[in-house]
């Protein structure tokens, strides 16, 4: 059984760091592209970053480029959101997904907020 489970999220003051993981279980990981999404109240779910299954390619949301950092350890089964320079514009919850065979798989999501 897929499974993604969320790590990392809480408080944070603006302009302070956070780093989230995602361990994956249930598929052979190092075979597929992960990515990490954010669904913020009242708004739809967004894409935040992707990394590559193979070369660790990555792209990102222009709101995140130069601060966030999406990572992978394939011996940990594990995706990575190092965040930093957090804005109050970043809370939102944050999911962790991977597509396989067309059907996308969610994590439970970790709560990320940023304010004074």
């Known amino acids: 059984q897929v499974q993604l489970v969320e790590s990392g999220g809480g408080l944070v003051q603006p302009g302070g760091s956070l780093r989230l993981s995602c361990a994956a279980s249930?598929?052979?990981?190092?075979?597929?592209?992960m990515s990490w999404y954010r669904q913020a109240p009242g708004k739809e779910r967004e894409l935040v970053a992707t990394?590559?299954?193979?070369?660790?390619?990555?792209n990102y949301a222009n709101s995140v480029k130069g601060r966030f950092t999406i990572s992978r350890d394939n011996a940990k089964n594990t995706v990575y959101l190092q965040m930093n320079s957090l804005k109050p514009e970043d809370t939102a919850v944050y999911y962790c997904?991977?597509?396989?065979?067309?059907?996308?798989?969610w994590g439970q999501g970790t709560q990320v907020t940023v304010s004074s």
């Open positions: 990394i590559a299954s193979v070369g660790g390619s990555t």
């Open positions: 997904t991977t597509r396989r065979f067309g059907v996308r798989t």
């Open positions: 249930g598929f052979t990981f190092s075979n597929y592209a």
